[in-house]
Each structure stands twice: as structure tokens, then as C-alpha cells.
């Protein structure tokens, strides 16, 4: 045994997972090379940018959880600000989950201002404490989450003060997805992301979306709703004028 080698320690879940301290910090050259820390680059030259990935929001400093391993918002995040890229980060979550372990990695941290909407009564069970956490009842509609939105998010944007916001569009939202418990339809889900794209740009900020969740056993459906951020974000490219010319209309 290397008695140099730090001890598992013990997650919430009872699961031993590595010591945090024994772990050695991700080098800065590898956090730039993440595709999320990328997008989040072209997001801050042109306004906007999608990451064809990423979202995997349930990691935590230690340990893995959700079936995701490492979190790429809190990457994202830590490196824009290492960088001198941004001194606040807003990171909206709109999974049908809570962003658990982003929260948790950021509790104390003043810098990063964590928002999520999620299915109050879905995983995970034991959740996490976000700057502001909105829980939804299961079956919310089109309407009733908009609504929310339009309520929260201006809001949030003027408390927050960021310099750039990273949004996690999953679409495990869908009335149709296996592990969601809310009601929106796809067209809800394209005005939801059209709606955070809008606020931003109105405001100015750079925002760098990640597809997030989505369990449709119909992989083509999925697929399709995975795209529905990309679509929308070419519409607020458009009316916004953001970045170099863009192509025709999806």
C-alpha cells in the first residue's frame, strides 16, 4: 500500500470516492481544450454558441453521480473565471433535475450564481442548495413554466450581475420523456429556449448553451429535441445580429 496515496472518503450516497485533496487540479491547458470551456470562448467573442454535448450537472467535487463523472458547467465556469474571462458566472439550469452538483460545488463560492428549475419530486432525492432553486409540481405545462421563467429569470439576470451565462437546456422537460414528470411540448421547450436566449442578448450577455438531459426510448425523437436549442439559437443570431453572418434559417 502507498501510505502517500489519500484515503477513499465516503459521498451521501455511501459510495467511497477519492479524497478531493489527493486529487491533483486539473492543468488550465486541458480546461481550455474542453468542448464546453470552448464554447464557452466563442460564446464570449460572438455572443452566443452551442456545444453539441455536455450538461452533465450531477457530478460533484469528488464524486460522480447521475451518470455523469465530471462536471462540465463547473469546468466551464471555473476556467472563464481563472482565465480572467469573467468575474461572475451565471450558470441557469433547466433540466428537469437539479443541478445538484453544480450547486454544491459553488456553495460558497460568490462568483458563480447557480439557478435551476427541476421537478421538485425527481432525482436526485437528496438535493443540493442553489443560489435559487425553483421546484416545479409534476405535470407543469407550457404555459405555467414560461410563465415562471418570464417571472424569475429578468430578475435573476439584474441580482446576478454576470459577465457570461452558461444554460443547460435539457429537454428530459418533455411530456413524452421517460424520466421527466413535466408536460412541455416541444414547441414549449423551443419558446422556453428561445425565451433564456432572448433575455440574454437583450441584456448583453454572452451565453454558451449545453443539450443537457433527455430519455426518450425513440432515439430520432431525441435527437430532434436535442436540436431544438441550435434552432432557436440561430433565431436570436439572427434577430440579433450576434457574430459573423449566419447561414439561412433552419
Do not use: M
Not at 15 to 41: C, E, F, I, M, Y
Not at 126 to 143: E, N, Q, V, W
Not at 218 to 238: G, K, N, P
Amino acid at each position: 500500500v502507498n501510505p502517500d496515496r489519500a484515503a477513499p472518503s465516503t459521498n451521501p450516497h455511501g459510495v467511497p470516492s477519492t479524497n478531493p485533496h489527493g486529487v491533483k487540479r486539473l492543468d488550465a491547458r486541458l480546461g481550455r481544450r474542453l468542448v464546453p470551456a470552448v464554447a464557452t470562448q466563442l460564446a464570449l467573442r460572438h455572443g452566443l454558441a452551442c456545444h453539441l454535448g455536455g450538461g452533465t450537472h450531477h457530478a460533484h467535487r469528488d464524486f460522480g453521480s447521475g451518470f455523469t463523472i465530471l462536471n462540465d458547467l463547473a469546468v466551464a465556469a471555473k476556467y472563464a473565471l481563472t482565465a480572467g474571462l469573467a468575474r461572475r458566472v451565471l450558470i441557469v439550469d433547466l433540466d428537469v433535475h437539479q443541478g445538484d452538483g453544480t450547486a454544491a460545488i459553488f456553495a460558497d463560492d460568490p462568483s458563480v450564481y447557480t439557478l435551476s428549475f427541476h421537478c421538485g419530486k425527481n432525482f436526485p432525492f437528496r438535493k443540493s442548495k442553489s443560489d435559487l432553486d425553483i421546484d416545479l409540481p409534476p405535470g407543469t405545462d407550457d404555459a405555467a413554466y414560461l410563465a415562471t421563467i418570464k417571472d424569475v429569470l429578468p430578475r435573476v439576470l439584474v441580482a446576478a450581475k454576470p459577465d457570461l451565462v452558461l444554460y443547460d437546456a435539457g429537454v428530459d422537460v418533455a411530456a413524452t420523456d421517460s424520466l421527466g414528470f413535466l408536460s412541455l411540448t416541444d414547441q414549449g421547450i423551443f419558446d422556453r429556449d428561445r425565451l433564456v436566449l432572448e433575455l440574454c442578448a437583450h441584456a448583453g450577455l454572452p451565453i454558451a448553451t449545453v443539450i443537457g438531459g433527455g430519455y426518450c426510448t425513440d432515439l430520432s425523437e431525441l435527437a430532434r429535441r436535442h436540436s431544438i436549442v441550435f434552432r432557436a439559437a440561430q433565431t436570436v443570431w439572427v434577430d440579433f445580429a450576434l457574430g459573423d453572418p449566419p447561414g439561412p434559417r433552419l
